[in-house]
């Protein structure tokens, strides 16, 4: 099986009486150069699949593989096969260190490659990923203080690219940014997409943007995937009563709110 | 090899979610009420430490370089005599045999005999103990009496910024009195008060008049210090959210600041309370030096001077203990005071 | 753009007063310690039988001692020892803290929580009781004490570390970098130690000056340095034990000593941003005067305006102290019963207006207007009692993060009752039966129990119903919304939204609502205002979004995308693309923003 593939995966964090399952029995393919989003509210666990994915977290039980390949513990091969599954991140203020210049940054992802760089190979490689990001490769060595929110989420776009991987995934990554400068990114990311054929795991809460973004989706909700399939089949004929809550609370543009008679959660 | 900061990644936390934390794990003990779970933490600590400080007390004679017992009885004494101490001390026996017997004594309220005096050590603390006691407190009392009115007044005047000069002079005063050593302010009470002035006495215990000046100067640094932080607690209390809420409600100013703000700052002013509070016991170690006041500070002092260990070993213990009560104090304060205090403990 | 971080922050830093007393007081210091021997070395040896025991003088500032010695040279010679037994203790602590502390961050789980427990514990006594412990079992002697002190100190500088490294070793550049395949070593060196690095100066610069009593107190009780050798605590010591002689000999040392610490202070006051505070804030300019041409009246009639504004302009004081206008003469009207929505981005000013129309801004803004009013009631003017009761029971906010805005330290019900046992004077018993209701019509059940509870017991949807019930207490005429629902899910938004909605169908009080949706303002209002860079540029009526004639509205409107998106085209972004090419970002996330006030780089 290719592409990037969950089975059964399962997340508990802590133990004992406090022991609390993030993601249960989780199931998802992600076909490989197609994207997929991963739809959710806070607490369903979906930020949990992609630090499981990049092994910032020990799954308890399932499995994560790319392209057939495990990439879930600790051996020598599944950090090698991680390294081709990148993350970005949702805060661009925190995702870059505020004392390191950002072309440091970038050039510190260049080491998930297991290449040996030159400097000047690494300097232009880092010129040639700021330039890919829309961003003036000669501000290099500023820091982080120096952009704008939604330049850092690009600078961020960029390191993760120095990876050079087969997937990126996208946790929530205009959620911190302003809406104008959300569409910049957005638009960089499908670019990005096409030209690199990248696998694109895109983790938002925002149905439309997610709508806009992928090919396929799944719902999220208590660690579980409550509904999966075609964008335009899950989004336009929900079958779970989940799907179409959530479908239903989403403010559209220019149409009154209505208000039907159902009861507010606690 | 997994890095520490996942445990503590809150596994709740959405996108652009609410920025409220599911707080950590509760270990062992998440089936009880966070309040009870917090006490019983903090009492399973105080017996830890107890252990800890009866430990520490006893490794004192056996850490020291060379022979405790003739070090204590210096050069001229002769060997009979040494070995005759190290017997009554009962040095003489395997170590694990003096742990047993230390313990056992301490259980019984004996902590053996002075080497100098040859008195009893628990009726020497039992004497003096209450004078340490008083003065700790009565100091405490003043600088949190003090401290309070000066920090609140000062943070609310800092914020309307109507006062800048007088602002920036009170806030140079308590930087400077924090500055100031309490040994150095009580020689300038002294010099001031006593030998200018001439109205108070420089030395003694027994009489309110004897009193005014070791509480003061062992006071007014820590109030200056912990007027400065109720300050500064206070001005990040006022930038609350909570607190634009409280003034959109128009109270009444003295219910926006005694009603909504003091409550939020009791925790963490009250934590480093404690922490000074603990600081003053050790304090009174200098100031009844300089006051010459026969508390437990002026024993200890004379006692690692003429390395007299059962007495040293006995102070030090007091020492301790007093400093583990009152930090229970001041967590059972806490938890009856805020209601999240359990919580905010990692 | 945005400045390029060019200058160092240190460098800047030093500039201020403080910098320049901390920089010149260390450089003071530095070279009497090194000098001092050379230059008083002989004064502060020479004995004198006929010079015993003098006063202060000329000649002798501090007097002399009991040999005859100059004390105030011995002062000046003893800085040297003093300073190096207090850098020496300060090392001890620190190297000592730091290398205990982040061996315990890389410790397997069990033992991490046993080292840290025991810090904690060691933490509880306090230093010079730790001191003379120590002290006993090393021996009274120089370095005997600093190594006492030195290891007294230790607990808190683990503890410093282990909390910094903790919460940076959580970050997400931290993650991105083990993500890249970095060590754990070399994470540690390249992103957590750089960034430990200022509090740990902050916190050993501090400890110094704290060190330095330490010592001095040591060697005041004869467990320091000992005869023939001399630090500032021993001179001190042997100043009192003759106070009634000569004070200035117990002085002398004293003075030394304060002076030494509080530069170590400084020092460290250097590194420490939270100092500004203190410094260098603009006298604060008083509300304008406000030309309000509205009579003091009663409840107005319905048709007049709940709120009329008109050329509102708010300035706030840049770090310089200098005025900067955020909101340039904004004007508007709200209707009694009027849904209205303000959308902008970060940085446009729209909460700015919304609170200086409620008069809540701090007291370092400067508002005027030509005119302010809340139904009569003129915002710009002193406000008399009457007045504010009317606005408490009259005027209701609701804020972000409902979290925040509720005290944590009060019961939901004292919060929702306070209102109206204040302003309408209500017993306890009918305002908590108010309170009750209020709960009912915001859809929490069991309200009697839930007015018992605290915020933190509550959840993030229930808190913010909670905000609104509390707006319902009084006779609300105005609920003014800020970004009520950013911090909540889709689904509670909704939830929160349709409460609101409620609300003001049962009140008839108006609403205005403020967010960065315009989706979501489009739905819920009946009239838009378009702000941004401080000005409203557009107003339209929420049915007739598409008619939007200002191409920045025009772009809010396309920029996000909707159910119906074409995804075979890229979105519209505001602000030419050409210009993206050279770094540049769109027109509308200005420098000036909100955004970059919270960067990273300022933060720390």
Redesign the interface.
């Known amino acids: 099986m290719s592409g990037l593939e969950f089975s059964d995966l399962t997340v508990r964090y802590g133990h004992g009486a406090s022991a609390h399952t993030a993601v249960d029995g989780f199931q998802l393919t992600v076909r490989p150069g197609t994207s997929h989003g991963l739809v959710g509210?806070?607490g369903s666990g979906k930020s949990t699949v992609a630090a499981a994915a990049?092994?910032?977290v020990l799954p308890s039980a399932g499995s994560i593989t790319l392209d057939g390949a495990d990439i879930v513990g600790r051996s020598a091969a599944a950090?090698r096969a991680?390294?081709r599954v990148?993350?970005v991140?949702?805060?661009p203020?925190?995702?870059?260190?505020?004392?390191?210049p950002i072309g440091s940054?970038i050039a510190?992802?260049?080491?998930?490659t297991?290449r040996k760089w030159s400097r000047p190979e690494q300097r232009d490689r880092v010129a040639e990923l700021l330039e890919r990001v829309?961003?003036?490769p000669e501000?290099a060595g500023?820091?982080?203080?120096?952009?704008?929110?939604?330049?850092r989420q690009r600078i961020?776009i960029a390191?993760?690219l120095?990876?050079e991987p087969s997937v990126l995934i996208a946790d929530e990554i205009t959620s911190a940014l302003?809406?104008?400068?959300?569409?910049?990114v957005?638009?960089l990311l499908?670019?990005l997409q096409r030209e690199l054929e990248l696998t694109v795991l895109f983790i938002s809460?925002n149905?439309?943007?997610v709508?806009?973004?992928c090919d396929s989706v799944s719902v999220m909700q208590g660690g579980k995937v409550v509904e999966a399939g075609p964008t335009s089949t899950v989004?336009a004929a929900p079958e779970d009563a989940y799907t179409r809550?959530?479908l239903?609370?989403?403010?559209?543009?220019?149409?009154?709110?209505t208000?039907d008679d159902e009861?507010?959660?606690? | 090899?997994a890095?520490?900061?996942?445990?503590?990644?809150d596994p709740a936390a959405?996108p652009?979610?609410?920025?409220?934390a599911r707080r950590g794990d509760r270990g062992l003990l998440g089936g009880l009420s966070p309040r009870s779970s917090f006490i019983l933490r903090r009492l399973g600590?105080l017996l830890?430490?107890l252990v800890?400080v009866v430990i520490?007390t006893f490794l004192?004679v056996q850490?020291?370089?060379g022979d405790p017992v003739r070090a204590a009885l210096g050069n001229s004494a002769t060997p009979e005599l040494v070995e005759r101490t190290r017997a009554d001390l009962g040095l003489d026996v395997p170590v694990p045999e003096q742990f047993v017997n230390y313990v056992s004594g301490l259980l019984r309220g004996d902590m053996g005999t002075a080497i100098g005096s040859q008195r009893s050590v628990s009726d020497t603390i039992a004497q003096r103990f209450p004078i340490t006691l008083t003065l700790a407190v009565a100091a405490f009392l003043v600088a949190a009496l003090g401290a309070f009115p000066i920090g609140v007044a000062t943070a609310v005047s800092?914020?309307?910024?109507r006062h800048?000069l007088a602002?920036?002079g009170i806030?140079g005063l308590l930087?400077?009195l924090i500055?100031?050593?309490s040994?150095?302010f009580a020689?300038?009470l002294?010099?001031v008060f006593s030998?200018g002035l001439g109205v108070l006495p420089?030395a003694g215990w027994g009489s309110f008049q004897q009193a005014v000046l070791p509480v003061i100067a062992l006071a007014v640094g820590p109030m200056a210090y912990l007027a400065r932080l109720v300050h500064?607690e206070m001005?990040s209390v006022l930038e609350?959210?909570?607190m634009?809420?409280?003034?959109?409600?128009?109270?009444?100013t003295h219910?926006v600041y005694l009603?909504?703000a003091l409550?939020?700052m009791?925790t963490s002013t009250l934590t480093i309370g404690g922490?000074m509070l603990?600081?003053m016991?050790?304090?009174t170690?200098?100031i009844e030096?300089?006051f010459a006041i026969p508390g437990l500070g002026t024993s200890?002092?004379s006692s690692?001077?003429s390395k007299d260990y059962p007495m040293?070993q006995g102070v030090?213990l007091v020492?301790?203990m007093l400093?583990?009560g009152l930090?229970l104090l001041i967590d059972v304060a806490l938890a009856t005071i805020?209601?999240?205090s359990s919580?905010t403990e990692g | 753009m945005?400045?390029?971080?060019t200058a160092s922050p240190l460098l800047d830093r030093l500039r201020t007063p403080r910098g320049v007393t901390g920089a010149v007081g260390a450089l003071a210091i530095i070279v009497v310690a090194v000098i001092a021997p050379t230059v008083w070395g002989s004064a502060a040896d020479t004995t004198s039988v006929a010079d015993r025991l003098t006063g202060a003088s000329l000649a002798h500032p501090f007097g002399t001692d009991e040999l005859g010695r100059d004390v105030f040279a011995r002062v000046m010679v003893a800085t040297r020892v003093s300073v190096l037994l207090t850098l020496g203790a300060t090392a001890i602590s620190v190297i000592g803290g730091v290398l205990l502390g982040a061996v315990a961050?890389?410790l397997p789980?069990p033992i991490?929580r046993l080292v840290t427990?025991l810090i904690?514990?060691l933490l509880?006594?306090?230093?010079?009781?730790m001191a003379?412990?120590f002290?006993?079992?090393w021996?009274?002697s120089a370095t005997g004490a600093m190594l006492a002190v030195g290891f007294a100190g230790v607990p808190t500088f683990a503890r410093l570390t282990y909390t910094l490294a903790?919460s940076l070793?959580?970050?997400?550049?931290?993650?991105?970098?083990?993500?890249?395949?970095?060590g754990?070593v070399e994470?540690l060196v390249?992103?957590v130690l750089?960034?430990m690095l200022p509090p740990m100066l902050v916190n050993a610069a501090v400890s110094a000056?704290g060190t330095l009593?330490a010592f001095?107190?040591l060697s005041?009780?004869?467990?320091g340095v000992q005869a023939p050798e001399y630090d500032w605590g021993r001179l001190?010591g042997l100043?009192?034990a003759r106070?009634?002689g000569n004070?200035m000999a117990?002085?002398g040392p004293?003075i030394a000593?304060?002076v030494c610490?509080?530069i170590f202070?400084q020092l460290g006051e250097l590194w420490n941003e939270?100092s500004k505070?203190?410094l260098g804030?603009p006298?604060?300019v008083r509300r304008g005067p406000g030309v309000s041409v509205q009579p003091l009246a009663e409840p107005t009639a319905p048709e007049e305006p709940v709120v009329q504004v008109r050329d509102l302009r708010v300035a706030f004081p840049d770090r310089n102290g200098d005025l900067v206008e955020r909101v340039h003469g904004i004007s508007l009207t709200i209707m009694p019963g009027e849904v209205v929505g303000v959308v902008g981005?970060?940085g446009s000013g729209k909460s700015v207006s919304a609170?200086a129309i409620?008069a809540?801004l701090?007291?370092?803004s400067a508002v005027t207007a030509s005119e302010l009013s809340f139904r009569g009631i003129d915002m710009t003017a002193p406000?008399t009692n009457a007045e504010?009761?009317r606005?408490?029971l009259e005027?209701?906010?609701v804020?972000?993060?409902?979290?925040?805005?509720?005290?944590?330290?009060?019961s939901i019900g004292k919060?929702l009752r306070?209102?109206v046992e204040?302003?309408e004077g209500l017993s306890k018993a009918a305002s908590t039966k108010r309170a009750e209701e209020a709960l009912e019509s915001v859809?929490i059940p069991l309200a009697a129990k839930r007015l018992r509870q605290?915020p933190?017991e509550l959840?993030?949807?229930?808190r913010q119903?909670a905000?609104i019930g509390?707006g319902l207490m009084g006779r609300p005429k105005l609920l003014i919304a800020d970004e009520p629902t950013?911090?909540?899910?889709?689904?509670?938004?909704?939830?929160v939204?349709?409460?609101l909605?409620?609300a003001q169908l049962r009140t008839g009080a108006a609403i205005l609502l403020i967010s960065?949706?315009?989706?979501?303002v489009?739905?819920?209002c009946d009239r838009i205002l378009v702000m941004k860079d401080g000005r409203i540029v557009e107003s339209l009526d929420?049915?007739r979004?598409?008619e939007a004639r200002h191409p920045y509205t025009q772009?809010?409107?396309a920029?996000?995308?909707?159910?119906t998106?074409d995804?075979t085209m890229?979105?519209?972004?505001?602000?030419a693309l050409g210009a993206?090419?050279?770094?540049q970002?769109?027109l509308?996330?200005g420098?000036d923003?909100e955004?970059?006030t919270?960067?990273?780089?300022?933060?720390?």
Not at chain 3, 2 to 5: F, H, N, Y
Request: proline fraction near 7%; aromatic fraction near 4%.
């Open positions: 509210e806070s990049v092994g910032l950090r991680r390294r990148q993350l991140f949702q805060d203020y925190s995702a870059l260190d505020p004392r390191m940054s510190e992802g260049t080491r998930a297991q829309h961003i003036d501000r500023e820091l982080p203080s120096a952009f704008s929110g939604g330049q961020t390191r993760a120095a990876a302003d809406v104008s400068v959300q569409g910049v957005l638009n499908r670019e809460h149905l439309a943007v709508n806009y973004m989004l809550e959530l239903a609370s989403v403010p559209v543009m220019g149409r009154r709110m208000w009861q507010p959660g606690a | 090899m890095i520490p900061s996942i445990a503590s990644t959405g652009g979610g609410p920025a409220v600590r830890v430490s800890i520490a004192i850490l020291v370089p800092s914020r309307t910024g800048r602002d920036l806030s930087g400077v500055a100031i050593p040994l150095l020689v300038g002294i010099a030998i420089a500064v001005l609350m959210p909570y634009t809420t409280a003034r959109s409600k128009r109270l009444p219910l009603r909504h409550p939020n009791v922490i603990t600081g016991v050790a304090g170690v200098l030096t300089v200890i002092v690692i001077t040293i030090v020492y301790a400093v583990l930090n805020d209601p999240r919580i | 945005s400045p390029r971080p961050t890389v789980r991490r427990a904690d514990i509880s006594f306090p230093w010079l009781l003379l412990f002290s006993v079992i021996g009274a903790s070793v959580g970050r997400d550049y931290v993650k991105a970098a083990r993500i890249a395949g970095v754990q994470v390249k992103h750089p960034n000056s009593l001095a107190g005041f009780l004869g467990l001190l100043g009192i106070i009634y004070p117990a002085i004293g000593l304060v610490g509080v202070t939270s505070r203190l804030l006298a604060p981005e970060s609170m409620a809540l701090g007291p370092d406000l504010r009761s606005l408490g005027l209701a906010m804020f972000q993060d409902p979290l925040t805005s509720l005290n944590p330290s009060l919060q306070e209102t204040v302003h859809r605290y933190h959840s993030g949807g229930m119903r905000m509390m950013t911090a909540l899910d889709v689904t509670v938004q909704r939830q939204l349709r409460v909605h409620e960065h949706d315009i989706a979501l489009s739905g819920f929420a049915d979004l598409h772009g809010l409107i920029c996000v995308p909707d159910m998106s995804r890229p979105l519209p972004v505001i602000g993206l090419r050279q770094g970002e769109p509308v996330e420098p923003g955004r970059l919270t960067t990273e780089g300022q933060r720390a």
